[in-house]
């Protein structure tokens, strides 16, 4: 079942029933709040701007002293008198017709008085006075900003609305964060990532967004995962910076949306995590390299074509591992030769724990016997969980598998690189060695490199079975 918790609350209205004498009854729908932006800064006031006829009203003085305005009450008269930059704009309680520097004209909604604040229409007076208004329906917000700031200082177009997370559906995709937004960002470079240590973390910034003040952070609390907490919060005047608090350093895969609203922040499972009795059940990928037809793969006499070798060592793996009740699954099980990708695939699909590619070596071009030999295995850099399995596995073989032991390396070999499970390669000496060649044609010598590997996976998986 997917966990989700979500860290905003966003009713439009509140219904509340209450039985009264026998009948019931419904408490009316209250709007949601306007909500006022002063110069790319979210601004409170005692009484806060509302809409009137289609226009919005705003308190006089917080918003135009703010904006470094001069602002005058004539009690007497009712008048109220803005001053700007040498533009002054007289308005009248009640009266439809104001003055800029003399001159009247006329409005569309005249100033008023709400709990004792003198209520402007916005838009007119902000406007005369050389101001930016600006309105983002979807969270009724209205934006007023200085001219001379608009060069240096990009107007702020939507809000943060909602942070959440959830427990995704693969080693991919363990953790999700979702950033939910008002309006649609409307370019790649609207938002920037980067990591950042001591202590790990991945930071996503949003530009020109504010962060709406139901926003909060949130701890997540899961053993596989890398995340521990997001922090949401105004980076600076112009941007919301979400804050992913890791276990680990980790780089996630960041989507936008197709409507522009939702980025979407996937975490790969904690390298460090691994239960594979989650599920109940132990199962094995085994991958047998290459196919008949794969160019070069055969000894310089034409004795051995490493498919051979790899799909009878990866049979004989697999009935050791069923017979110790190990399910196991194969990428292959004809003389096909898929595609590294979908080997990948095949692994990243399925309920398999852990990966093994099954290979021979060779060196030079194929056509002539050469004299590097011996056994290694291979893990992606970096892969805690695959380097884990390879010492299992290399230990398993050696001093008893009889040849060189050239060890455990690191790779950037595409199937350990793109299977999201602890995942190894494993180079069982080299067809172009005239000595070694004869082992890899020997069945018994395939019993034995199969016995040991099998064994090495037991170890490795018996090791985090609780």
Avoid at 59 to 82: C, H, K, M
Avoid at 330 to 352: F, G, K, M, W
Avoid at 364 to 391: D, F, M
Avoid at 408 to 417: A, P, Q, R, S
Wanted: with cysteine; aromatic share 8%.
């Amino acid at each position: 079942m997917t966990k989700k918790i979500n860290f905003t609350i966003a009713f439009l209205f509140i219904m509340v029933f209450c039985t009264i004498m026998g009948k019931t009854v419904a408490a009316a729908a209250t709007p949601a709040d306007v909500k006022l932006v002063i110069n790319n800064e979210q601004v409170t006031a005692d009484v806060m701007p509302f809409i009137q006829n289609d226009r919005t009203l705003v308190p006089a003085r917080a918003v135009f002293e703010a904006l470094g305005g001069t602002v005058n009450w004539d009690q007497s008269n009712y008048i109220v008198t803005i001053e700007y930059d040498g533009v002054i704009v007289i308005l009248k309680i009640n009266d439809t017709v104001a003055t800029v520097n003399g001159r009247n004209k006329t409005l569309d909604v005249p100033a008023t008085i709400k709990n004792g604040r003198t209520m402007i229409p916005v838009r007119f007076v902000a406007e005369e006075l050389g101001f930016l208004v600006g309105w983002i329906n979807s969270t009724r917000t209205v934006t007023i900003t200085s001219s001379e700031k608009t060069d240096v200082r990009p107007v702020i177009t939507g809000y943060v609305t909602e942070v959440s997370v959830e427990e995704g559906t693969s080693n991919k995709e363990n953790t999700i964060v979702t950033v939910q937004m008002s309006e649609p960002l409307k370019a790649p470079e609207d938002y920037s990532t980067m990591n950042l240590t001591s202590p790990d973390r991945f930071v996503l910034d949003v530009k020109n967004f504010l962060v709406d003040s139901k926003v909060s952070g949130l701890t997540y609390d899961q053993k596989d995962s890398p995340l521990t907490a997001v922090r949401v919060s105004a980076y600076n005047e112009n941007a919301v910076r979400i804050v992913c608090d890791l276990k680990e350093a980790t780089t996630p895969t960041v989507s936008l949306s197709a409507d522009g609203k939702t980025l979407t922040i996937s975490f790969r499972t904690l390298s460090t995590y691994f239960n594979p009795m989650d599920d109940g059940k132990l199962v094995v990928m085994l991958d047998p390299g290459h196919g008949e037809s794969t160019a070069g793969k055969r000894s310089p006499d034409g004795t051995l074509k490493e498919y051979e070798f790899n799909r009878t060592v990866a049979n004989k793996m697999k009935n050791i591992l069923e017979a110790q009740g190990i399910e196991v699954l194969l990428t292959v099980n004809d003389d096909s030769d898929p595609s590294l990708a979908n080997r990948c695939e095949s692994a990243n699909n399925s309920d398999a724990d852990i990966f093994v590619s099954i290979h021979a070596n060779a060196f030079g071009n194929g056509k002539e016997w050469t004299t590097p030999k011996g056994w290694e295995i291979y893990h992606y850099q970096g892969s805690v969980l695959g380097n884990r399995l390879a010492a299992a596995i290399s230990s398993s073989n050696f001093p008893e598998i009889g040849i060189l032991n050239r060890g455990i390396k690191t790779g950037n070999l595409y199937v350990i690189k793109n299977t999201y499970i602890p995942a190894v390669l494993i180079e069982h000496g080299f067809f172009t060695n005239i000595e070694e060649v004869e082992l890899l044609k020997s069945d018994e010598w395939r019993d034995k490199a199969a016995q040991y590997n099998a064994e090495g996976i037991m170890n490795f998986l018996n090791s985090y079975i609780e």
